[in-house]
């Protein structure tokens, strides 16, 4: 079973999007205070426990580290929301959706 890394550093941000260029990653913008990232956080668990794709999953908390979540955001020109999901491949935001569209069935559709 794979983890869910939690990003903690711009470091840790600037090398899994150098990361992106060798193979894709989903990274879940999580707000800690908000029921409905409550519900995505656990689409994107459940997505990422019963691992029939293989692909590296990330979470940012976004008010414990809003500077990574901006930076997420000025880096791939995509505006912030949460919860937000990003799957990143090649330094592109190749898909990405938030708030009640965060399903585990949308986010293996687009691992695909």
């Keep these: 079973m794979q983890n869910i890394h939690e990003l ?3 470091e840790g941000w600037r090398e899994l ?4 260029m060798h193979s894709p990653v989903l990274v879940f913008k ?3 205070s908000c029921m409905i990232s409550a519900r ?3 689409q994107f668990k459940t997505f990422q426990k019963e691992g029939k794709e293989e692909i590296d999953c990330y979470m940012v908390k976004v008010i ?9 955001a000025n880096d791939t020109s995509i505006p912030h929301k949460s919860p937000q999901i990003l799957l990143i491949d090649q330094q592109q935001i190749v898909w990405n959706t938030s708030h009640w569209k965060i399903t585990k069935k949308r986010i293996e559709n687009a691992v695909r």
Excluded: C, Q, V, Y
Aim: without cysteine; charged residues 25%.
């Design 64 to 72: 414990e580290n809003r500077n990574i979540s901006n930076e997420i």
């Design 17 to 20: 999007w150098e990361r992106s």
């Design 8 to 10: 903690t550093s711009l």
């Design 40 to 42: 995505a956080f656990k």
């Design 30 to 32: 999580h707000s800690t």
